[in-house]
């Protein structure tokens, strides 16, 4: 029976797994390094997951949970968890992989093989910030692990350093949860995330963005205590005249991700010029016959229904490599762009949806609005609430009797003035198994249910 190995169970390559199953492949053998499949998704408790997938605004959690429960049960399928996979070598006409899992280590046989183990971040050291080395200083995935599986909260009084959207979503999750964030600091005249997620998480919440600016120096002997920050030429050369200090005992540096594909470049996979990239063809296939890539391993997606779309296309060509029939043309069937930059505090982003539109709102001389820019009705629907209540969907967790936290979300928007007080009351809660019905509904004292996701 031929076989193929998927490595990487987060969103590309439960999706590789399904593409290989649908398209006929005998044996998909599903390896994870992690206790539970979903990879990132599972820490990303925020809204907005799945738009063009399943046609819904779901958290990371909800969106892995359901990818999974579409393969879970399939004989053809075969998962294994907390499985390392350290190499992987040609011999004779099949691929051999080296995992390592309580077991120890072995060689395991693979026909053709898809790669989907993601990306990690870019930490102090490669950025080459001066000052001392105080605890307090994170990545902004670690921080969001701390806060959303491990109950930990990083620090009181926080400065971010990038504003991508991991760093602007964490900056509302840290708020939420109780903590200052004194600043977000951006070495570009502009940020690179998402418009819509600069006015729900840093506008909504009065968080001073600093563009033009660097974290210059940390300051602090055991512990973060401050940071420099200055403003950047053109080169993005400090200008040390600019300096000012920031109070603080966090760090958060959300300053970029590189894909993870090193297992592939020591097997010998061809690398874009210039770049630490695996190169692909348009079939997702590397330099090595029947090895494909898929998801933030390939490139670092901002959208995880490109990834899912990529992952399901990689998967399917690594069945059709085995049968020897033709590949298929991988082209992103995800046309969503959503807008970027920094809206004025004036502007009306609608943050329904991912494609966050910015809505106009005209008033002719007979006083009737005219509203363009909404990509659907709902739009019209935001801006009515938005001109009276601005309110959102709250997204935290539980915590359940084993200590375990389970991600929620409320079932309806609430307030923005009350959403602190939501996430507080979500905090001193604790479920105990009989809390847990069907329905997923858990109650929630004085505000709208939260919808719990758990499997
Ligand atoms: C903070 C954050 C917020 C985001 N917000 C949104 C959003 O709002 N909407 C949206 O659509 N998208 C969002 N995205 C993007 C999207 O969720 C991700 O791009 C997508 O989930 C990545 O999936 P992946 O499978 O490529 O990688 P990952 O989820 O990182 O999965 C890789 C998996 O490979 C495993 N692995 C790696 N190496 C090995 C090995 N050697 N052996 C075994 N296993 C291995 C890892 O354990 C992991 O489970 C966000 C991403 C982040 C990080
Ligand atoms: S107007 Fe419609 S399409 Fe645009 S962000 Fe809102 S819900 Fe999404």
């Not at 076989?3 to 969103?11: D, E, P, Q, R, T």
């Not at 499985?83 to 046989?109: A, C, F, M, P, R």
């Not at 620090?155 to 504003?163: A, D, F, P, Q, T």
Request: aromatic share 4%.
């Amino acid at each position: 029976m031929k076989k193929i190995i998927v490595v990487g169970g987060g969103a590309a390559g439960i999706a590789a797994a399904q593409g290989a199953l649908d398209a006929g492949a005998d044996s998909v053998w599903l390896i994870d390094r992690n206790k539970e499949l979903g990879g990132i998704l599972r820490q990303c408790i925020h809204d907005g997951f799945g738009l063009n997938k399943y046609k819904a605004s779901m958290t990371g959690p909800e969106y892995a949970v359901r990818s999974i429960s579409e393969i879970y049960d399939n004989p053809r399928l075969h998962i294994s968890r907390s499985t390392n996979v350290i190499g992987v070598k040609k011999h004779n006409d099949e691929y051999q992989i080296q995992i390592q899992n309580s077991e120890g280590l072995k060689w395991v046989g693979a026909n053709s093989i898809v790669f989907a183990t993601g990306c990690r971040e870019k930490t102090r050291g490669m950025l080459m910030i001066p000052g001392t080395r105080p605890a307090g200083i994170f990545t902004a995935g670690l921080a969001q692990r701390l806060v959303n599986i491990e109950n930990v909260m990083p620090g009181k009084r926080v400065v971010i350093l990038g504003s991508g959207d991991i760093g602007l979503i964490m900056a509302r999750r840290l708020c939420l949860e109780g903590a200052e964030v004194a600043a977000v600091i951006e070495i570009m005249k502009d940020s690179g995330g998402l418009s819509r997620n600069i006015r729900q998480c840093l506008l909504d919440f009065d968080i001073p963005l600093y563009t033009g600016h660097t974290v210059s120096k940390i300051i602090g002997r055991e512990r973060v205590q401050a940071v420099e920050i200055c403003e950047v030429d053109d080169n993005l050369s400090v200008k040390k005249e600019t300096a000012q200090i920031i109070d603080c005992d966090t760090l958060i540096l959300s300053v970029g991700l590189i894909p993870e594909n090193e297992i592939l470049s020591a097997a010998g996979a061809e690398l874009c010029d210039g770049t630490e990239n695996v190169k692909t063809d348009s079939y997702l296939q590397t330099s090595l016959d029947g090895v494909f890539l898929c998801g933030n391993s390939r490139y670092v997606h901002d959208l995880v229904d490109r990834v899912s779309a990529e992952g399901y296309a990689a998967g399917q060509n690594a069945a059709l490599f085995i049968k020897m029939q033709n590949l298929i043309e991988f082209q992103d069937p995800v046309t969503m762009n959503a807008i970027k930059g920094i809206p004025q505090k004036t502007d009306i982003f609608c943050v329904l949806c991912p494609n966050g539109c910015r809505i106009k709102v005209d008033v002719n001389e007979k006083g009737e609005r005219n509203i363009s820019g909404n990509g659907c009705p709902k739009g019209v629907n935001f801006v009515e609430q938005e001109s009276k209540t601005p309110s959102r969907i709250v997204t935290t967790t539980v915590k359940g009797e084993s200590g375990r936290l389970i991600p929620v979300k409320s079932s309806l928007p609430i307030s923005l003035d009350k959403a602190a007080s939501y996430v507080k009351e979500c905090q001193n809660m604790i479920l105990s198994k009989n809390d847990l019905k069907e329905d997923r509904r858990i109650r929630v004292a004085g505000f709208p249910d939260a919808i719990g996701c758990y499997d």
